[in-house]
């Protein structure tokens, strides 16, 4: 298949871990990358090619692939962290990318 | 800096056209693949398109093949997107974006502010 599903919301505490999902059948053969989007701005990757955190991405951000799911964990989650939050991928042809719904992360 | 700067949203009728730009600064357009995504206000990502860093190669969206056209003009360190047959449905924030690889995987390393796209009579 050519989609990528998400968990619509997800809530975690203050100073918690939480963990976004994303799953598609793509993901077995494609690496995933995940990106972050406050209200009003533009996407900014968080995690590029599975695990890996662009210089200025604090540390508390991780990304992990197994089978055909995908995850970004937030350890320690922070307020500044509350966001929609995206993970793209290619298809099944590799020619086109495909993103995931979104999931809205709330931090209480 | 290294930035991508949008241009040339704005509101269109139905069946009208528009051309959008994204102005590369601080980097060589030249070495990069370059997509358009958009967003439906309050809805998530969509891509739209791809180009190859010589121009030589494109790929589209379903919902925007035939009436959307993707191009380059690295001498000018821009990417168009040149948009007819508007739609209501295609009403949206457009992004471009930079592909970079790394170990032989592409990800977006960098993305211009957004321009927004209003089709309504």
């Known amino acids: 298949s050519s989609e990528l599903t998400q968990d619509p919301a997800v809530s975690v505490a203050l100073g918690q871990t939480v963990r976004i999902t994303c799953q598609g059948d793509?993901?077995?053969?494609?690496?995933a990358s995940w990106h972050q989007q406050k209200p009003g701005q533009a996407p900014v990757v968080v995690i590029y090619?599975?695990?890996n955190r662009p210089s200025g991405i604090p540390d508390r951000f991780s990304g992990s692939s197994s089978g055909n799911t995908a995850s970004l964990t937030i350890t320690g989650a922070q307020a500044e962290d509350e966001a929609d939050y995206y993970c793209?991928?290619?298809?099944?042809?590799?020619?086109?990318?495909?993103f995931g719904g979104g999931t809205k992360l709330t931090v209480l | 800096d290294v930035q991508l700067v949008e241009s040339g949203g704005g509101s269109v009728q139905p069946g009208g056209s528009l051309r959008l730009s994204c102005a590369a600064s601080?980097?060589?357009?030249?070495?990069?693949?370059m997509h358009w995504v958009r967003q439906v206000p309050g809805k998530g990502l969509v891509w739209v398109s791809r180009?190859?860093?010589?121009?030589?190669?494109?790929n589209y969206a379903d919902s925007v093949k035939g009436r959307f056209t993707i191009s380059r003009d690295n001498a000018k360190n821009t990417l168009y997107l040149q948009m007819n047959s508007l739609r209501a449905e295609d009403t949206a924030v457009f992004y471009c974006?930079?592909?970079?690889?790394?170990?032989?995987?592409?990800?977006?390393?960098?993305w211009g502010r957004g321009t927004l796209v209003t089709v309504s009579s």
């Open positions: 974006g930079r592909r970079s690889v790394h170990g032989g995987n592409w990800y977006f390393d960098l």
């Open positions: 090619v599975e695990n």
């Open positions: 601080g980097f060589t357009l030249s070495g990069y693949w």
């Open positions: 793509s993901l077995r053969t494609y690496s």
């Open positions: 180009i190859s860093p010589d121009g030589s190669t494109t």
């Open positions: 793209e991928s290619r298809d099944s042809s590799g020619t086109r990318l495909i």
